[in-house]
C-alpha cells in the first residue's frame, strides 16, 4: 500500500486474510489507527466502537493544549 495525491481522502480500510484482519482508520485530524488482529472472534462493531470511543478522547486531550 502506498499514498499519493489525489482529490479524495482515505477515512479507512479494512483488510482481511485468513489470518489477520486489519483496521485503519483516520483517528485524528492529523493521525490514523492501525489495529491487527489474529482473533477471528473479536466483533468488528466492537472495534469500531472502541476506535470512536477513543477518537473523542484524544481529540479533547489535543485541544485542550
Do not use: H, P
Amino acid at each position: 500500500l502506498s499514498c499519493v495525491s489525489a482529490t479524495s481522502q482515505l477515512q479507512s480500510m479494512i483488510i482481511k486474510t485468513k489470518n489477520f484482519t486489519t483496521y485503519l482508520e483516520e483517528f485524528t485530524k492529523t493521525t490514523y489507527i492501525m489495529i491487527i488482529l489474529n482473533d477471528k472472534s473479536v466483533n468488528q462493531q466492537l472495534i469500531k466502537l472502541n476506535i470512536e470511543v477513543s477518537k473523542n478522547q484524544f481529540e479533547e486531550i489535543i485541544n485542550s493544549r
